[in-house]
């Protein structure tokens, strides 16, 4: 913008400089001219009649030469031209005036009009041409036949108004400089406030709410800076206000979560003896105590994931991370489920690396359980480690090595508005699931309240026992046999680690992909990382 603003000036400086130019030098060149013409013309009638007063018609050779010489004295150096019929005299012998003396000039001046003149070009030179008739002194005026020329040179005068030109020529160059300098001084005064309301704007976008601009003065930038500042006055309000409430809620969810574990963990208690009792029972009791039990554990599973999603949303979540053989961690996370033999494996050994084990277990638990759960046989889990420029993982970018896991299946596939949602909280790919159905799965080996304890002495994601002897987070990825929080906690864990989860809807052989990508970080010699 300041660039345009002092083009800007620089153009109208300019333009305005040469129409002022070409104005002056036409005003100048008139005036020289017309002086010099009003001067010919006067200077030569009197001189004609001063010296026609005493000369005799009809002449001959000798006394017209002797009328031009006379006439040519009182003139200064101008050429004077006496014609007579068939007889011409010239002032100046060496003279050269045929080429200048046009015939036009020549009838106008043999018409007995009077005076005239006329400016020619002759050899490239300016000349001005003045003719006149003599006239008898009688009252009718009848011309004498007698004609007389005064050539008069004009370089003097163009000289004089090209002098003109090169002088308002040269008064350009400033005058467009300090045209430019006043540009600046204008595009400063104007485009200051403009760079502080953007740089103020830019700090306001990435989240400096008591970003302001400081107002002066009364115009319309002014009163821009003023809005601006409200603007983020009021903006700032109202994110107080959010995070006020949001804090609330966080605190009400986990408050809510934390007073349900105590009466749920003795409901669990109470479902796990009605169902170890179930067989005793009759069909319709059998049948509402197994209900029971399965809800009791859902609910649980949905407090236990609530309370660790509000420990993401407050900033508290923190990593227990240790050096750890992955592929010994995927299969102990699988068998403690049950589901070794329902998936196919590709583990290489020996990768190792710095991970919180428990969270690893979590996301495993999410990823492989929704394949079981949605997808279709067979469900396979591939590890690998990605170097930089190995390409093809998602997430995976230049400058070190990333692990990559992907839990993949050959089911139908994700739609494709679920792909951007999955990981929404309690979101549903199929909306028309029914409690129904999930009251029915409960019962299965994921559903199980009495699991053994997670790998490290954890919660056990997907049914396995959290503290107290609850079911613990994660087990949920859309309201099925979990909670509906399990794919939100799972990316919560993969990004405290620094790595992202990608999901592929639809791949090539159908079925769904799922990948979780980390950065390698092993231990150093010391025990560090």
């Known amino acids: 913008m300041r660039v345009r603003l002092?083009?800007?000036?620089?153009?109208v400086a300019l333009l305005s400089a040469v129409t002022a130019t070409a104005l002056a030098y036409r005003d100048a060149r008139t005036a020289v001219l017309q002086r010099t013409q009003n001067t010919a013309v006067d200077d030569l009638r009197e001189r004609v009649a001063a010296v026609a007063a005493g000369f005799d018609l009809p002449p001959d050779q000798r006394s017209l030469s002797r009328f031009a010489a006379e006439v040519s004295e009182g003139l200064g150096a101008r050429i004077v031209v006496a014609r007579h019929q068939d007889l011409?005299?010239?002032?100046?012998?060496?003279?050269?005036?045929?080429?200048?003396?046009?015939?036009?000039?020549?009838?106008?001046?043999?018409?007995?009009?009077?005076?005239?003149?006329?400016?020619?070009?002759?050899?490239?030179?300016?000349y001005l041409v003045v003719g006149t008739p003599v006239t008898y002194a009688d009252g009718d005026r009848r011309t004498s036949g007698l004609e007389v020329f005064a050539i008069t040179d004009l370089r003097a005068e163009r000289d004089d108004t090209e002098a003109l030109l090169d002088s308002v020529r040269e008064g350009i160059v400033p005058v467009v400089a300090v045209a430019a300098l006043l540009a600046l001084l204008a595009a400063g005064t104007v485009l200051r406030p403009v760079r502080k309301l953007g740089r103020a704007t830019r700090e306001l976008a990435a989240g400096d709410l008591g970003s302001r601009v400081a107002v002066r003065g009364h115009d319309e930038l002014a009163d821009l800076a003023r809005t601006f500042n409200e603007t983020a006055g009021a903006l700032q309000s109202s994110d107080a206000e959010l995070r006020a409430q949001e804090a609330k809620a966080r605190r009400f969810v986990a408050d809510v979560s934390h007073e349900l574990r105590t009466p749920l963990a003795a409901m669990a208690m109470v479902a796990t003896v009605l169902e170890e009792d179930a067989d005793q029972l009759p069909p319709d009791a059998?049948?509402?105590?197994?209900?029971?039990?399965?809800?009791?554990?859902?609910?649980?599973?949905?407090?236990?994931?609530?309370?660790?999603?509000?420990?993401?949303?407050?900033?508290?979540?923190?990593?227990?991370?240790?050096e750890t053989d992955l592929a010994d961690t995927v299969r102990a996370s699988l068998a403690l489920r049950g589901w070794t033999d329902r998936v196919t494996l590709d583990l290489p050994e020996g990768v190792r690396a710095v991970v919180d084990r428990r969270r690893v277990d979590v996301i495993v638990a999410n990823l492989v359980g929704n394949a079981l759960r949605h997808g279709a046989p067979p469900v396979t889990v591939t590890l690998a480690v990605v170097r930089a420029g190995g390409g093809g993982a998602p997430g995976v970018g230049e400058g070190g090595e990333r692990v990559v896991l992907e839990v993949a299946d050959r089911g139908p596939g994700l739609p494709p508005e679920a792909r951007e949602r999955v990981f929404d909280r309690f979101y549903k790919a199929d909306e028309a699931r029914t409690r129904t159905t999930a009251t029915a799965t409960a019962t299965g080996p994921a559903a199980t309240a009495t699991g053994p304890a997670a790998p490290d002495g954890g919660s056990a994601p997907d049914g396995g026992p959290g503290p107290g002897g609850g079911p613990g987070p994660g087990a949920g990825l859309d309201g099925g046999q979990g909670s509906g929080l399990g794919m939100a906690i799972a990316l919560e864990n993969a990004r405290l680690h620094g790595g992202t989860i990608e999901v592929e809807a639809q791949r090539p052989r159908g079925g769904a992909a799922f990948t979780l990508v980390l950065p390698l970080r092993r231990m150093d010699g010391e025990g560090e990382e």
Request: zero cysteines; charged letters at 30%.
């Open 6 to 11: 002092v083009v800007t000036f620089v153009l």
């Open 88 to 126: 011409t005299a010239v002032s100046d012998a060496y003279a050269d005036t045929e080429g200048r003396i046009t015939a036009e000039l020549r009838a106008a001046v043999r018409a007995g009009d009077g005076t005239r003149f006329q400016r020619v070009e002759w050899r490239g030179e300016p």
């Open 286 to 322: 059998a049948r509402a105590a197994r209900t029971v039990g399965a809800e009791t554990a859902r609910l649980s599973r949905l407090v236990e994931d609530l309370m660790e999603i509000s420990r993401f949303d407050a900033g508290a979540a923190r990593l227990n991370a240790s």
